[in-house]
Nanobody, 127 residues
Framework: QVQLVESGGGLVQAGGSLRLSCAAS????????MGWFRRAPGKERDIVAA????????YYRDSVKGRFTISRDNAENTVYLQMNSLKPEDTAVYYC????????????????????WGKGTLVTVSS
């Protein structure tokens, strides 16, 4: 069982930055591939970025490439999402998710592939 707690959301002006953190419970964090998803108002939950359990492989949706960076610290049981050059269309509830990974390089981008979810943190970008 893994419990995930997101933090770092808030209100920011367009062009600003935020760093989201996701703290995971348990001693096997390094066995899990992680992902950040988001649900914008009136839309479905979509992948934002994903990282393999080793941290060596990452994935980004096209709209955030070059602006967002996902990283993890397995010693601290934490995954991060650095968000720069934020746009109003980035406004959403951001969720951290985890799935037990068999491959050290595997990334998982489908909601259905994730085993555990945090409760989410709201990011609001004003224009």
């Amino acid at each position: 069982q893994v419990q995930l707690v997101e933090s770092g959301g808030g209100l920011v002006q367009a062009g600003g930055s935020l760093r989201l953190s996701c703290a995971a419970s348990g001693r096997t964090f390094s066995s899990y591939a992680m992902g950040w998803f988001r649900r914008a108002p009136g839309k479905e939950r979509d992948i934002v970025a994903a990282i393999s359990k080793s941290g060596g492989t990452t994935y980004y949706r096209d709209s955030v490439k070059g602006r967002f960076t996902i990283s993890r610290d397995n010693a601290e049981n934490t995954v991060y999402l650095q968000m720069n050059s934020l746009k109003p269309e980035d406004t959403a509830v951001y969720y951290c998710a985890a799935t037990l990974a068999t491959s050290s390089a595997g990334v998982y981008t489908r909601s259905g592939a994730m085993d555990y979810w945090g409760k989410g943190t709201l990011v609001t970008v004003s224009s």
